[in-house]
């Protein structure tokens, strides 16, 4: 069971997590981590960040990874919080572009 927070401040967000996560081998054997990273920046001093729950991969992609292309498909300066997280559902469901809501 993972315990993850977000709680809104006048500044911005904190993120909050455990450690802990699952991660599910080709064979379907489970690992549990107990030093998994679950809170992640997306690209470098920028002002979204992601915080992940339940299995430690999508698909056999780390999330680190995902969000790795959330960032590089982003204008960091620019990006609405609605495009990043559009952007983000596409690419995990494999397709990088981004539609309108």
Do not use: P
């Amino acid at each position: 069971m993972t315990i993850a927070a977000a709680y809104l401040t006048s500044e911005g967000v904190v993120f909050g997590t455990d450690s802990t996560t699952t991660v599910s081998t080709q064979r379907g054997v489970s690992q549990i981590l107990n030093y998994a990273q679950k809170i992640f920046e997306v690209g470098k001093q920028s002002r979204f960040g992601v915080c992940t729950w339940g299995a430690g991969s999508i698909k056999g992609v780390s999330h680190r990874t995902f969000v790795a292309r959330l960032a590089d498909k982003l204008d960091l300066e620019k990006a609405k919080v609605r495009e990043a997280a559009d952007t983000f559902m596409n690419i995990v469901a494999g397709d990088t572009k981004v539609t309108k809501a």
